[in-house]
């Protein structure tokens, strides 16, 4: 039975994403390893946050709400120690 329902479930997301994502070829997933590169819906900077188009919440600091409630940490990169310019 958790197996019908689990396969359900993604069957469920995809039809979600494909109905967000009106542009071809399609974004990726928001269980994909590169759902950030997924078109924006809704952007805004002033409360820093932007909605994808395959559902994604994507933060400001690099972190995630993903459509089934996970949350991805913030993963931006460490203090630089010098940037250069030329």
Same mark, same amino acid.
């Given at each position: 039975?958790?197996s019908k329902r689990?396969?359900t479930? =993604?069957?469920t997301?995809?039809?979600?994403?494909a109905?967000?994502?009106q *542009?071809?070829?399609?974004?990726?997933? =928001?269980?994909? =390893?590169?759902r950030?590169?997924? *078109?924006?819906?809704a952007y805004h900077?002033?409360?820093g946050?932007?909605?994808l188009?395959?559902g994604v919440?994507l933060?400001?600091?690099?972190?995630?709400?993903?459509?089934?409630?996970?949350?991805?940490?913030? *993963?931006?990169?460490?203090?630089t120690?010098h940037?250069t =310019?030329?």
């Amino acid at each position: 039975m958790q197996s019908k329902r689990r396969r359900t479930d =993604a069957i469920t997301r995809r039809k979600t994403t494909a109905t967000m994502c009106q *542009h071809q070829p399609l974004c990726p997933t =928001a269980d994909s =390893a590169d759902r950030e590169a997924a *078109h924006p819906v809704a952007y805004h900077p002033e409360q820093g946050w932007s909605l994808l188009c395959n559902g994604v919440l994507l933060f400001e600091d690099t972190g995630e709400l993903l459509p089934d409630g996970q949350i991805i940490a913030p *993963h931006r990169p460490l203090r630089t120690r010098h940037v250069t =310019a030329a």
